[in-house]
């Protein structure tokens, strides 16, 4: 087994969490140098050995450069524990810098890098010149390691080949679920609710979303319920509290347990709202985000928009329904059509799907890292 050190851009993030709980299962020694965001489990602590590199604020591009900075001085200070990975992973650009610098500067340059990307920031979709050298200097890391890793083939068709002319090895890891041990049971059957729910599940950030979910609240009234769980970032939606307070047929219930608070939050509703559309034409549009395999495991069909990977995925196998264009008008449309009788042919179809489709196998972690992972001992 293999010395893996991850370097992470939240270490309270829950799929970074999972992440590394899941390399742990599979054996290897795992160490981390890790931001702080603030966006959830604010009282997490590691069970593995961990760097902390300081608190980061979202969407604080200055803080995140000094950030960067200091990371590679702290890292610098545990060089030897540098030296001493088999495996290095970075999570997302920032830490790609940080981790492709120490590893130079502490004279581990033969050690396998890895570019683990789950989301293309805005700022490399750009069409100004910031953008530009934003993907000038992505490209010129991209030639420094020895694997990209995704979760999505659309970052890899519509971007890293198509924008940034990357022809390296890549791995697809999607953003199923992961369960530490024994998974979440399945329901065999599934309840309809009255009146028709709707839920809005994850991280909670995508402002349009937020609206045409309000439209269709106010369209329909008390023959619709909203029910809205996770993390809102209110930076990005400083008016949410506000907005639901002024109505009546949608609920907010905070962040939730995962993955025991599952069960209960996909129970409750009887379709999800799954598509994110705060960076449309671009990330967005790319992107697959880890609740339309969430819901489908629980049963509990999803509505996405047609023309976007999510929404290509969802027709495809048949995960739930999807709209034309992110319209008000063509979501209530669609709200308006569903039946209970439609909904249950979904939710049966979904249940009746095996396992792997929507929950990661160590195998689908072991396969991915195989490239750069030094023979077994």
Known sequence: ???????????????????????????????????????????????????????????????????????IWQMMQHKQ???????????????LVIAWAVRLLSGARQTPLVY???????????????????????????????LLIVSSPGFISQYFAQTQGYLGPYALIENKLWFDGSPVARPTARKSHDPLTIGWVGSI??????????????HFGDNLRIRIHGNVHRHVLPDFDDQIAARDNIIYFGPYTYPDGLAAVYDACDVVWAQDLWQRGANSDWLLPNRIYEASWFGCPSIAVADTETGRRVAEDGLGFVIDAPTAEALIEQIGALTPEKISAVSQHLLATPDNAFMLQPNDIAAALAPVLPPSR
């Open 116 to 146: 683990e990307c789950l989301d293309i920031h805005g700022l490399f979709t750009r069409s100004d010149r910031v953008g530009a050298v934003m993907r000038w200097c992505e490209r010129q890391l991209l030639t420094r390691v020895q």
């Open 205 to 218: 950030r995508c402002a349009p979303s937020l609206q045409l979910l309000l439209a269709a609240a106010d």
């Open 1 to 71: 087994m293999a010395h893996i050190l991850v370097f992470a851009f939240d270490l309270t993030e829950a799929s970074q969490v999972r992440r590394i709980k899941s390399l742990q299962i599979l054996g290897h020694s795992v160490q981390s140098a890790s931001f702080r965001r603030g966006n959830m489990n604010a009282d997490f602590v590691p069970d593995w050995p961990n760097v902390d590199l300081g608190y980061v604020a979202n969407n604080s591009y200055g803080r995140r450069v000094i950030g960067i900075m200091r990371g």
């Open 81 to 95: 524990q540098v030296k001493a990975a088999d495996v290095i992973i970075a999570r997302n650009f920032d830490l």
